[in-house]
T-cell receptor, first 114, second 112 residues
Framework: GDSVTQMEGPVTLSEEAFLTINCTYTATGYPSLFWYVQYPGEGLQLLLK?????DKGSNKGFEATYRKETTSFHLEKGSVQVSDSAVYFC?????????????FGSGTQLTVLP | DADVTQTPRNRITKTGKRIMLECSQT?????MYWYRQDPGLGLRLIYY???????NKGEISDGYSVSRQAQAKFSLSLESAIPNQTALYFC???????????FGPGTRLTVT
């Protein structure tokens, strides 16, 4: 079945450092890919998405590119802020163009220090 | 006001008790989901419903049941709670054509 593998955390960075959180996936067909973020005490919210190969999703300074050849969707940000401290989840949908069912990675805890 | 609400937000119960977690949404979405979150395991799908008359088991439905009372309400029940059901439970919604799922704030359930 489908699966998502994320780099294990926790990740601790200083403010303004560069962030990469690795995500690779296994799926049949052509899934849509997502990054969700969970701030302390809150539910998950969509950070960015990509629906086909070579698409780049971006939001709030975060970016991720759908790489079909390496089955990857790594999350990057050039300069992190304390407010970016959260848990980040990579996810895929099992039906192209649909978010009806999501398969999540295990999550990566990010802490940004001032 | 939040679009997806969950009650209660925290609950401690004893082994063998029946408990119900409730989810309500004002987004007008037809699809609703229940997930549980465990440390290091991400979110796993328990049940999902595409409309009031359509309910489907997810990855980990054993020990759980659901009821879709209306388009806006989706309840999760633990008929006889056990300690390994201690987790954070999330409800989510989506529309039929959108990519995004919208999550509630979660219910932290502890079974002693």
């Amino acid at each position: 079945g489908d699966s998502v593998t994320q780099m294990e955390g926790p990740v601790t960075l200083s403010e303004e450092a560069f962030l990469t959180i690795n995500c690779t996936y296994t799926a049949t067909g052509y899934p849509s890919l997502f990054w969700y973020v969970q701030y302390p005490g809150e539910g998950l919210q969509l950070l960015l998405k990509a629906t086909k190969a070579d698409d780049k999703g971006s939001n709030k300074g975060f970016e991720a590119t759908y790489r079909k050849e390496t089955t990857s969707f790594h999350l990057e940000k050039g300069s992190v802020q304390v407010s970016d401290s959260a848990v980040y989840f990579c996810a895929l949908s099992d039906l192209p163009g649909s978010a009806r069912q999501l398969t999540f990675g295990s999550g990566t805890q990010l802490t940004v220090l001032p | 006001d939040a679009d997806v609400t969950q009650t209660p937000r925290n609950r401690i119960t004893k082994t063998g008790k029946r408990i119900m977690l409730e989810c309500s949404q004002t987004k007008g979405h037809d699809r609703m989901y229940w997930y549980r979150q465990d440390p290091g395991l991400g979110l796993r799908l328990i049940y999902y419903s595409f409309d009031v008359k359509d309910i489907n088991k997810g990855e980990i439905s054993d020990g759980y049941s659901v009821s879709r009372q209306a388009q806006a309400k989706f309840s999760l029940s633990l008929e006889s709670a056990i300690p390994n059901q201690t987790a954070l439970y999330f409800c989510a919604t989506s529309s039929g054509v959108a990519y995004e799922q919208y999550f509630g704030p979660g219910t932290r359930l502890t079974v002693t």
